[in-house]
């Protein structure tokens, strides 16, 4: 079962008149596996950010700051790769890791 499955099975209980007991029976699915999907879907309820911060990645050698002050990006060698082409690593709250080379 995916979050998006249960959020739709979860809206059909909350406009049912059943108890969570007959709710699922009538789904085939266990109490227990609804109660762990319910506390799934408030966690990530609970976690979604209020809005979406975007992300800039510009491989100039010069960036503006809020202050209108320039900040010097270093250019040095890692192993063979600029600072600009090394790979940067995303890792989200949630332990989701993302790499872009």
Same mark, same amino acid.
């Given at each position: ?64 700051? $809020?202050?209108? $002050? ?6 040095? $060698? ?24």
């Amino acid at each position: 079962m995916t979050h998006t499955t249960f959020k739709q099975l979860y809206q059909e209980y909350q406009e049912s008149s059943l108890s969570v007991r007959d709710f699922c029976s009538n789904q085939a699915l266990s109490p227990s596996t609804f109660y762990y999907w319910r506390k799934q879907l408030g966690n990530t309820a609970q976690e979604a950010p209020e809005r979406l911060v975007p992300l800039v990645i510009d491989s100039a050698p010069t960036q503006k700051t $809020k202050h209108n $002050k320039h900040v010097a990006i270093a250019t040095n $060698k890692t192993d063979g790769l600029s600072i600009s082409q090394a790979p940067v690593e995303l890792v989200f709250p949630n332990g989701t890791k993302m790499v872009i080379r």
